[in-house]
Nanobody, 126 residues
């Protein structure tokens, strides 16, 4: 199995940038697809985007497309979520998650993921 640790959250002004990290241990991320999720106060958990296990293709929800970028550095065994042009509505707890399987396309559905990081809080406020 794999353990995930999300980090990098904090307070940032609207229009600012932040990079979140998802460090893996116990196994290599080469064997997993990675998803990023977030949950704002009083709202349901939302899939932000994901990266395929094999080809590294990424997919994003409409609200973040063009502003957020998901990447994975296999040598560092770490996935990243680069967030630019942040908006107050981006505020929430961000989670990274991993699944192991042969899906041709990664999923934005929480039940499809087997392992979860603890989450890191992102607050976008002036």
């Amino acid at each position: 199995d794999v353990q995930l640790q999300a980090s990098g959250g904090g307070l940032v002004q609207p229009g600012g940038s932040l990079r979140l990290s998802c460090a893996a241990s116990g196994s290599t991320l080469d064997d997993y697809g990675i998803g990023w999720f977030r949950q704002a106060p009083g709202k349901e958990r939302e899939g932000v985007g994901c990266i395929n296990r094999i080809d590294g293709d990424t997919y994003y929800t409409h609200s973040v497309r063009g502003r957020f970028t998901i990447s994975k550095d296999n040598a560092k065994n770490t996935a990243f979520l680069q967030m630019n042009s942040l908006k107050p509505e981006d505020t929430g707890v961000y989670f990274c998650a991993a699944y192991r399987g042969g899906r041709p396309r990664c999923s934005n559905l929480p039940p499809d993921y087997d392992y979860w990081g603890q989450g890191t809080l992102v607050t976008v406020s002036s």
